[in-house]
């Protein structure tokens, strides 16, 4: 079975591939100060808990965390006995790259695209909301040609209670109507419908510039929420693709070597 880690600002996501079948995942928060130790222990008793610690035999894992990679990296040497396969512009050469420093590019964006190219065989767009809302754009053939990235509506929230003296921290959710009758609503309106409207904008700009419609797939936990409100609706919405991109990444490098 193979163990796949998203290792994000905000949640690490885990997934268990068994073959081709994801049978399970986890989302645990990011937590910088965890050390190797209690990583190693977390992921022991996850995978105990649900009889999966006998059957892990293999790993995959990308992060934009660069004091957990190494943590993560040592921690599931150390307590699965696995040598990992950590994603990175050093580690794939898996697409062709448009841009302008591709040591630049993040894992978790090298994932995606990967996954976009190989599951949907065509010129994509994928928008994934998380810390960050970020566009990755990659064509059928596998050319990665750049991308967006934006705060995300999380951000824009503690954004908003930090730098004022009145507005409050809000939960992200959807919004009742989009001229809110009082503060609340009318935040949630700004960054949730905000944010649809700011995809739909910039879906539309990129499709311009590429000179044709793309498919366009969202991923991240707001994926659901935002789409309520956008003009132009996500072809697919795929809650694991970065999981799904680990795995065909790990069986591109590994697996078919």
């Known amino acids: 079975m193979l163990l796949t880690l998203d290792i994000g600002n905000t949640t690490t996501t885990i997934g268990l591939f068994d073959e081709d079948n994801l049978v399970d995942t986890w989302t645990i928060a990011s937590e910088k100060h965890r050390s190797e130790d209690e990583i190693g222990i977390l992921l022991i008793n996850l995978l105990k808990i649900h009889n999966y610690e006998e059957f892990v035999d293999s790993a995959c894992l990308c992060s934009v965390v660069v ?3 190494e943590r993560y990296t040592n921690a599931i040497k150390r307590y699965l006995g696995i040598d990992p396969f950590v994603v990175s512009n050093k580690t794939t050469n898996l697409l062709k790259y448009s841009v302008d420093y ?5 894992a978790d964006r090298i994932v995606n695209a990967f996954a976009a190219y190989s599951l949907y065989k065509k010129d994509s767009i994928v928008v994934d909301l998380g810390t960050a809302t970020s566009f990755d754009i ?6 990665f040609l750049g991308g967006v990235i934006c705060a995300g509506m999380k951000i824009q929230a503690e954004s908003l209670k930090k730098f004022t003296s009145k507005l409050p921290l809000i939960k992200i959710e959807s919004s ?14 700004g960054i949730v419908r905000g944010h649809a409207c700011m995809i739909d904008g ?16 969202a991923t991240g936990g707001y994926s659901e929420i935002v789409a309520k409100y956008m003009k132009r ?3 697919y919405i795929n809650p694991y693709i970065t999981l799904e991109g680990l795995k065909l990444v790990y069986d591109a490098h ?4």
């Open 176 to 189: 009742a109507n989009a001229i809110g009758k009082n503060t609340i609503d009318a935040m949630l309106s």
């Open 233 to 235: 609706q996500f072809d």
């Open 254 to 257: 590994v697996v078919k070597i």
């Open 102 to 106: 591709p040591e630049e590019v993040g």
């Open 202 to 217: 910039l879906i539309e700009e990129c499709e311009s510039e590429l000179g044709k419609n793309v498919l366009v797939i």
């Open 138 to 143: 990659v064509t059928s053939q596998g050319e």
């Open 67 to 69: 004091c957990l990679t």
